[in-house]
Each structure stands twice: as C-alpha cells, then as structure tokens.
Nanobody
C-alpha cells in the first residue's frame, strides 16, 4: 500500500510563497512520476504540475507556469511544490498523487492517470 503525506500548507498573503512537501512510502518512489493537483471549494480537482520519475521533465498548468516549481528528491522519497507570487485564486486544497505506471513518459494531467493520493493540505492566499 502506498502512502502519500502532504505538508507545508497554510495562510499567506498575496505575493507570498509556500513550499509544499509530499512524503511517499510503500512503493519504489523513484520509478513513478508524481503530480500535484488542487481543488477549490465548489470546483473540480485540477492539474497543477507533474515531474517525471527521474526528475528530468516537468510540466505545469498555464495558470501556475513561471510561479510554481515542482521538484523531487528520490533519496528522501519526497516531492516538492515551491509556490511563489501566490494569488488569491491559488486558494485550494493541494494534493500530491502518484502515476499509475512506472517510468511513464507520457504527460498525464487527468486525475484518472494517478492511482494514489495524499490527504491534501490547505493553502489559503489572502488579498
């Protein structure tokens, strides 16, 4: 069984920064791409960012490109999301997720492509 545990959320003013972490256990972390998604109240869960299994490729939603950076440390089984220049519209619960397939080279941006999810961490950006 895979466990994903997010941390690092909180309340921040617009223009501020936060760094989210997601610690993984229970599967060979380094063999799977990882993604970050978010869900605002009343909205569907949406893709934010993805990093390949070896960290060589990253992909971002247009809404966060240039402000957010996804990274991973396979030695620590952890994936990160550095969020800068935060906006009120970034307010949401943020989830990390693990790709279904090992060493996948496709860019998966839909929730169905990920089979394990964390419990989420709340990010609130005040104006």
């Amino acid at each position: 069984q895979v466990q994903l545990v997010e941390s690092g959320g909180g309340l921040v003013q617009a223009g501020g920064s936060l760094r989210l972490s997601c610690a993984a256990s229970g599967r060979t972390f380094s063999s799977y791409a990882m993604g970050w998604f978010r869900q605002a109240p009343g909205k569907e869960r949406e893709f934010v960012a993805r990093i390949s299994w070896n960290g060589g490729t990253t992909y971002y939603a247009d809404s966060v490109k240039g402000r957010f950076t996804i990274s991973r440390d396979n030695a620590k089984n952890t994936v990160y999301l550095q969020m800068n220049t935060l906006k009120p519209e970034d307010t949401a619960v943020y989830y990390c997720a693990a790709d279904r397939f090992p060493r996948s080279i496709r860019v998966h941006t839909t929730t169905g492509s990920y089979d394990y999810w964390g419990q989420g961490t709340q990010v609130t950006v005040s104006s």
